[in-house]
Structure formats: C-alpha cells, structure tokens
C-alpha cells in the first residue's frame, strides 16, 4: 500500500524551531516530485518547498525562503522539512504530498497526499 506518513508537528514559540519528516512507502522518490505544503484556516493550500526526483532540485516558497530547508534520505525513503525562525504566520497543517516527476510544486499538481501534522506557532 502505497501511502505518506507525516510527523514532527507540534506547538513552537515564535523564532523557535521544528522538523517535519515525511516517510514514503511504496513509492521510490526516484521518480516523483514529493514536497510540502500548508493550508492555514480560512486560506487555499499552498506550496512551500518541493525536491524533485534524484537530482535533488529544490524549490521554496518566497515566504519561507532563508528558513525552511527540504532534504530527503533516499535510504530511508524519507524527506524532511527544517524550519527555523518559524513566525506565527506559518501556522498551519502541514502536508507531505507527491506527484509526477514533471510536477510543478503546487498542490494541483500532487497525486498523493499525507493525513496532515499540525503546526502553531504562538507564544
């Protein structure tokens, strides 16, 4: 069965720090863009930073750009998202989703979705 695991959510105080972790099963990250995004309350999903395929090509959002860092470990078949200097703005859930190797990084674009993990940023 194919599927998306998200983990690493949480509460967070303002300039604090966390890490998203997004494990893949049944899918080799060889051949897609995998990426995430998040929607806020009351907004449209959005992109904030895709990796595609194995050459490892990297794309952010503007908003998160200097502050949130994408990596995978093929080995594990695992990406991750560093977040530094997180502002209450970033709250929301955040999704690791998954598309085709063409894929731009937008949420239209992705074929699979993770369940979500909650992040707030509050003090």
């Known amino acids: 069965q194919s599927q998306l695991v998200e983990s690493g959510g949480g509460l967070v105080q303002p300039g604090g720090s966390l890490r998203l972790s997004c494990a893949a099963s049944?899918?080799?990250?060889?051949?897609?863009?995998i990426g995430w995004f998040r929607q806020a309350p009351g907004k449209e999903p959005e992109g904030v930073s895709c990796?595609?395929?194995?050459?490892?090509?990297?794309n952010y959002a503007d908003s998160v750009k200097g502050r949130f860092t994408i990596s995978r470990d093929k080995a594990k078949n695992t990406v991750y998202l560093q977040m530094n200097s997180l502002k209450p703005e970033d709250t929301a859930v955040y999704y690791c989703a998954l598309g085709p190797v063409q894929a731009a990084c937008v949420p239209d674009d992705m074929r699979y979705w993770g369940q979500g993990t909650q992040v707030t940023v509050s003090s």
């Open positions: 990796i595609s395929s194995s050459r490892g090509i990297t």
């Open positions: 049944g899918f080799s990250l060889d051949y897609y863009v």
